[in-house]
């Protein structure tokens, strides 16, 4: 791919996609040369251009390709009558990979997928053009979808791995799955190329349990997150469901796990061969020998590097004060982002100053990937509502996505204006930072 120069470098930008309708839930991917590519839920008769006439009320999803400076190339919609959600993007095989799941039925071009009585998962791939290649639905071997989220999307040179949580019995391409309780965790090996299923893995117990964040590090492991309230029986403990486990990529076999009880691991990345897991937690948080702060109020953030046999080389709590974090994506050095209410501490206040006191703000936060220390960090607000879905560092500046309710967030060139109830914003911001350590 050809990089992309704006002039002048690295200055912000943000803008709203589309103009007017409801758009929400995005996934984003970024390509090698900083173009982004967006699929987004819409409803309410957004503006697509002259081209699109759609009757009101008409839901589907949107995918947009946006350069490096800004500059919205195209957006293409897919109508339909579903309510979707995208969780999660990659890219595998030149081609923009997204998953999510629906209720209702849409059809990107290769098909309809079709949710009766429950939610269906899909996972869909792209080429450059925004034409679909191919398109995987699961459901029920009986015909109509249980209910089937895939909630976390990654990739490798020659995978793509699609995570969740499903009930009842569900046929993943290779074999039919039934949940042991409520609901059960599960991940899928697929072809990048055709979507076939490579093997797919379910984890489980009589209760719930649901797999929420998905990596693959330098050596071809898989790191998975998860959360609920079972007793799945990891490798090298007694028993959690909510843990940070290392699997096996040619099985999908659990290898070892860290067990993180009353937390939720929201997010995950990889740094070489250790994993990197961002989450939630109430009450006081051990991950082996570190302890975390008990949270006071709500819910603490934390981030955590943890190593291939699943030991903790670092921990990093955010709080304790009031308020509730929901950590949602970070990459290359570790990027942490979230949406806070109240008073936030972030220990010796060297990142965002005095304690932040908010009633509404995102926040970005930069952590040292050798100790877990802050090194950087940057604060939002001003609209009724704001959150980071996704960051993709590139070039020195972190492109960032996410979602906007009502009018005035700034993102450092004055605020944003919308006339839609929620959309969609893109961003580029510069990024200062000290040099990253091992």
């Known amino acids: 791919m050809t990089s992309v120069s704006c002039e002048p470098p690295l200055v912000p930008f943000s803008l709203v996609l589309p103009e007017s309708g409801a758009v929400t839930e995005p996934a984003s991917v970024a390509a090698a040369d900083g173009t982004l590519y967006l699929l987004a839920s819409y409803a309410d008769h957004p503006a697509l251009g002259p081209e699109v006439t759609r009757d009101p009320g008409e839901r589907g999803v949107l995918l947009a390709r946006v350069d490096p400076c800004g500059n919205v190339l195209w957006v293409r919609p897919f109508p339909g009558f579903a309510q979707a959600t995208i969780e999660g993007g990659a890219i595998a095989a030149e081609l923009i990979v997204f998953g999510g799941h629906l209720t209702g039925t849409l059809d990107f071009g290769t098909g309809p997928v079709v949710a009766e009585g429950g939610a269906a998962s899909f996972v869909v791939a792209f080429d450059g053009a925004g034409d679909a290649v191919w398109t995987r639905s699961f459901s029920s071997a009986g015909g109509a ?132 897991a961002v989450g939630t937690y109430q009450g006081s948080l051990h991950l082996g020998p570190v302890s975390l702060p008990t949270a006071i109020d709500g819910s603490n953030g934390f981030a955590t590097r943890v190593d291939p046999d699943s030991s903790p080389i670092w921990a990093r709590p955010f709080g304790p004060d009031n308020g509730d974090l929901d950590a949602t994506a970070f990459g290359g050095r570790v990027f942490v982002a979230g949406s806070v209410n109240g008073a936030w501490n972030f220990e010796e206040g060297t990142v965002l100053g005095e304690p932040l006191s908010k009633e509404n703000a995102t926040i970005l936060v930069g952590l040292d990937v050798g100790s877990g220390a802050f090194v950087s960090g940057r604060a939002f607000d001003g609209a009724s509502a704001q959150s980071v879905r996704a960051i993709h560092p590139r070039d020195g500046a972190l492109l960032v996505t996410g979602v906007v309710a009502g009018q005035g967030l700034d993102l450092g060139q004055g605020p944003l204006t919308t006339a839609a109830s929620e959309s969609v914003f893109v961003a580029r911001l510069a990024w200062e930072s000290t040099p990253p350590s091992d």
């Open 145 to 276: 979808p249980d209910a089937v989220r895939v909630r976390a999307l990654a990739a490798d040179h020659d995978a793509v791995y699609a995570a969740g949580g499903f009930e009842g019995a569900v046929d993943f391409g290779d074999a039919t799955r039934t949940a042991i309780g409520d609901k059960d965790m599960f991940l899928a090996r697929l072809s990048p190329t055709s979507g076939a299923t490579l093997w797919s893995r379910s984890l489980g117990s009589a209760a719930y349990e649901e797999a929420l964040a998905v990596a693959v590090t330098s050596s071809g492991a898989i790191c998975l997150g998860s959360g609920g309230l079972g007793m799945f029986a990891w490798p090298n403990g007694p028993g959690s469901t909510a843990a940070i486990a290392r699997l096996d990529r040619e099985s999908g076999s659990p290898v070892s796990a860290i067990e993180t009880t009353d937390a939720a691991v929201t997010a995950m990345t990889s740094l070489g061969d250790d994993c990197v």
